[in-house]
């Protein structure tokens, strides 16, 4: 049993009100999302700022070091602090703590921060390292296959769940959703932020904190399915990715790659099954493996 | 008159098709939009990698470049060349074309490549320098006002307009409307991109392209209204805002502060007038000035 991470819970509240006018010249009360700076410090060095509804601010910051791979396991973080007062979030690594050697002293970390691509996702564009480089190594497992039926239970429950989007809309939600056993086609974690790369990044700290593996799960996002959500999905270790939305070209690319079973288009009982195709069937479940 | 800058014109097709399985089981073409990676060098100095619908990538260049406010005038621009092959874009500053020194010998460009934030809006999240330190210095001219006749003209016009989105989806657009004389809520330009910032950028590259100010102008967005897209707008010296989603509290409070016109969630004959009430008018437009 690892020991675990010190962390504050410094969650805010996601919508405030402010009015408006309507066409009819009425003033309305209107709720909209919050969006607040975040400025990340990993072992005392600055490394960006994240603008973030603030719900899950110190699973963001654990998703987003996991998802730049700047951090390999949890084990690696003794501390997440985040302090609204100042806009920062402090990250102290186990190895500064135990041992007073800062985690940049490694000469790979420092590398990894030189090379940024701007992404045509939403969110958070910056992809620090080469995360194209290593997409080979990726090996998705294919011991849960998805059914139609188990879709549409994924479909039908985020559609019920989201919450501050359809108070203040604004914002992009993930689902991680299970693929086995008797929660198969459930809910297990929702995140929503005014980026969808944020709301992703919070699921992969959530992941993390939880000690849930990627192998029979679910993932839905209610963006667009380009290529750093591909990646993503697929770092985190999870072979289904759906989405309400459309794909872009890379995203499709990535995905054929990988062999990711990519929906998207998934709305009321429609959908579209891009790649991967081996993992699903149209009749209903019949292993709970 | 300035000497045109040097330019390709290296726009490539905006969708590819491949094919998908539906609900039913059958096999249907499907058209999805194109997302490809583009190295921008400045003076032979890599800056980042963009990801791009490609269809305008000479403007979004320049455009990344004024919204990044590393170059103040396309005056500084003597060439920009795309090359798919190589997946570049190599722009060449009037300063290294005609006396050999770099622009990166000017001291203060180097270090506004430092200071990195990453947004929350769609596309590039990267923001150098420090956009918000000069924000007070943005003055929005008042000379132009805006009538809900006119708002519902661009509405409508932007409806019929959108070609990739409604195509294959997974883009956002970006129009320029025409705020003054006869060509009054019309559309003067129109950019769809993977990511809505890029569709942004590319509107600020042709508006310097083709000297366009931005005081008797309306932007309309299909995109959220998020701090960046609010910066980036009145940057560009436009005070009227609009949008189809809906907008974050950063958006709304920089908004609020540069009193820029911001109207969101505008579809069929439904808006929300958020800030900046005194520009706009549900009585119809009687001034054409």
Redesign the interface.
Known sequence: MRTPIDLTHASIPST?E?T????R?ET?P?Q??????LTLYFDKKEL?????LGAQPEALVLGWLRNQRLVQSPDEIAAIHVDWETESVAVTSKQLKETGVSIWEKSDLSSKLDK???????????VFGDLMADLDKVQLSDAYGIS?EVLYSVMDQVRKHESIYKQ???VHGCALCSNSGLQRGEILLFVE???R??AVDAIAGLMWLHDMPGEDKIFYTTG????EMVIKCAQMGIPVLVSR????????EIAKQLNITML??CQG??????TG?HR?S?LPQTDFA
Chains 1, 2 share one sequence.
Not at 32 to 37: A, C, Q, Y
Not at 245 to 252: D, E, N
């Open positions: 405030i402010i408006a006018t309507n066409e010249g309305v209107v909209i999302s919050g969006e607040h700076p960006l700022t994240l603008m973030t940024k691509t701007t992404t045509s996702g939403c969110g958070q564009g910056t139609q203040a809309g604004a932020d005014v980026g790369h944020n667009r399915l380009t290529s939305s459309g794909l872009t070209q890379m995203g499709y998207g288009r009982k429609h959908y579209l099954l891009y195709t699903f149209q």
